[in-house]
Nanobody, 120 residues
Framework: QVQLVESGGGLAQAGGSLSLSCAAS????????MGWYRQAPGKQREFVAT???????NYADSVKGRFTISRDNALSTVYLQMNSLKPEDTAVYYC??????????????WGQGTQVTVSS
């Protein structure tokens, strides 16, 4: 079983910054992709950013140039630095991780979500 635990988030003013982190634990052999998704009230969950084990990144157009995803493979942790925040960034942010367990079974796990609120 693989668990993802997020931390960070909270309240920021428009133009401000917040950072999120997500640590994976459990019977993990390798984590290939890690990423962040978000869900605003009344909307579907949407992609924010992903990063591979080799460090290749991909961002949603809405956050390009403002958000930075990074990861520490040794700590099985992924980070999201959010700058120049906008009220439309308000959402619950979810961490996602995929890889192989110690028994070579593929897994896809989600964190519990952390609230990010940006005031205008």
């Amino acid at each position: 079983q693989v668990q993802l635990v997020e931390s960070g988030g909270g309240l920021a003013q428009a133009g401000g910054s917040l950072s999120l982190s997500c640590a994976a634990s459990g019977s993990i052999r390798t984590i290939t992709g890690m990423g962040w998704y978000r869900q605003a009230p009344g909307k579907q969950r949407e992609f924010v950013a992903t990063i591979t084990g080799g460090g290749s990144t991909n961002y949603a157009d809405s956050v390009k140039g403002r958000f930075t995803i990074s990861r520490d493979n040794a700590l099985s942790t992924v980070y999201l630095q959010m700058n120049s925040l906008k009220p439309e960034d308000t959402a619950v942010y979810y961490c996602n991780g995929a890889g192989l367990t110690d028994s070579f079974r593929p897994f896809v796990s989600w964190g519990q979500g952390t609230q990010v609120t940006v005031s205008s």
